[in-house]
């Protein structure tokens, strides 16, 4: 007890730059061991732990408790740049067989651990009374640049029988940055009372938080929206009857193609409990606008918030407002309307049951390639996306760079489940002359009376959000109305739709959404033009 180790390279040569490797764990606490700590929180008592044929640090065993594993590079090169051929081959850091009340990273400066390159998870908590750790303030999986480098399989796994123990908490400094991890963000095998808040959680190769069986319900939004300089968020939950919730709520660039969370900059938390039924209803609750991102999402976590923590909930996309200003010249200037986006269906009437194809097309007849192209295909109920992912209601397409005159096709086939939709015929945009990183959206709002006697289609068209590498925003919108050339007869027959609604805007991110009569269809695409 009360032993330190600090400022070594652990499985490395003299220069951290090679890895001379060990068959067992790099380091270790267990047998009782107390109060000892590995690491610190300036770079001189950094360890950097790699290389290790099991974990890079163990701590394991009844009776060991008060330890701190803080400040290191475990599973990395002595830059913490680089994981090839330095990871450990288990993980990074397992806390097990009953371990309790230790801490891996903390809340103040320095205190958190990098850990990437492990061959299984970067850290794992397991066994019956392994309880009662914190794990605060870490980066798994990714550097404080942001640089990928992942685990192989889940940023952080809370393995059978571990209960109470904190993955991050909505405390300054306690949230951990999970990111880049091939598998799940946080992977919760038993219910236990292991909490996940606060942590800035993205760009995992899975869910961002996924129980295996179980786990608390997620909040159902409602309304979200953008007002001024503030989100403002409803909606419900439902859960254990009068049990009190602690819901957090998190905003992201760009939407998981689970079309859940995943959870990248935290905004905050509220509380609510629910009734006699299990009932609940929230908001609105508002937090200051994180610039550039519109994708919300939320989690809630029973017993005031140090229970269970729910997977994210469903996303929602809100219209980003107008800045007060927009300093000139920040995109660079180009010339012509060189870009456009199709989204074709090839019917207007989808009958229940029935399948269709949808076509994304984007032409780029710019004088320059537009590199990281993404295009983000979200559908509404009761639509649902078989492929090229099945089973979901949000689909990634990376289109990467796209060269002068050159252009990208892919399809999603969708399925109307129980419902009649009405599916865009086409729609097609073209790129402006100022800026970088356009967002936009045509939305179209069919809405018909009971006997489908009669019916009135309303297309608006939004740009939700232009912005470019210094993160302005612009926005504009145009609203179209649709009246149908007659009735609609009991048969289900729709209305006429216009073939196709052209509009010019801004280079950059685009969103087309179209709206059938109880479904819709959500196409983003990103953007990045390559003055070079």
Known sequence: SGNTVIGNYIGLNASGNAVLGNQTSNAGIFGGGTNN??????????????????????????????????????????????????????????????????????????????????????????????????????????????????????????????????????????????????????????????????????????????????????????????????????????????????????????????????????????????????????????????GGQAVLSATATDNSGIGDTSEFASNAIVILPNPTSVPPGNGGPRSGDCVTIALTAPQQTVLTGEQITLSVRLNNNCAQSLTNVVIVVQVGHPLTILSPNPNCQQVTLVAGTIGTGQQYVSSVTVSTGNAQVIPPTAVSASAGDTTIGQFASFVRHMSASSSLSAARAQTVVNVIQASWDDQNVRTASQTLT???????????????????????????????????????????????????
Request: charge should be neutral; charged fraction near 5%.
């Open 37 to 290: 700590r590995i690491g610190g929180t300036t770079p001189a008592e950094r360890n950097v732990i790699a290389g290790s044929g099991v974990s890079g640090v163990r701590i394991y065993g009844l009776g060991t408790f008060g330890n701190f594993v803080t400040g290191n590079y475990i599973g990395t090169d002595a830059n913490g740049t680089s994981i090839a051929g330095f990871g450990n081959a288990a993980y990074g850091i397992d806390v097990f067989g009953g371990a309790n009340r230790n801490f891996i990273g903390g809340t103040v400066a320095g205190a958190g651990n990098l850990i990437g390159g492990s061959g299984q998870s970067g850290i794992r908590v397991s066994d019956v009374n392994t309880s009662a750790n914190s794990i605060w303030g870490n980066l798994v999986g990714v550097n404080a640049s942001s640089t990928p480098l992942p685990n192989a399989q889940n940023g952080i796994l809370i393995d059978v029988g571990a209960t109470g123990n904190l993955i991050g908490g909505p405390a300054t400094g306690q949230g951990n940055v999970i990111a880049f991890n091939a598998g799940s963000g946080v992977l919760i095998n038993s219910l236990g009372g292991n909490p996940v808040r606060g942590n800035s959680i993205y760009s995992n190769g899975a869910l961002g938080i996924k129980y295996t069986s179980g786990g608390v319900s997620a909040p159902v939004f409602t309304s979200t929206s953008a007002v001024g300089s503030i989100y403002q968020i409803s909606g419900t939950l439902s859960g254990t009857p009068s049990t009190t919730y602690a819901l957090d709520f998190y905003v992201n660039a760009v939407g998981d193609p689970s079309g859940r969370g995943q959870g990248q900059t935290y905004l905050g938390a509220a509380t609510i409990t629910t009734d006699a039924a299990g009932n609940a209803s929230f908001g609105p609750v508002m937090f200051p606008i994180v």
């Open 482 to 532: 649709v009246l149908p050339n007659n009735h609609l007869p009991n048969t289900g027959e729709h209305p006429a739709v216009p073939a196709a609604f052209d509009f010019a805007t801004t280079s950059g991110l685009l969103a087309l959404a179209a709206f059938g009569l109880m479904g819709t269809v959500l196409v983003i695409f990103g953007l990045r033009q390559n003055n070079k």
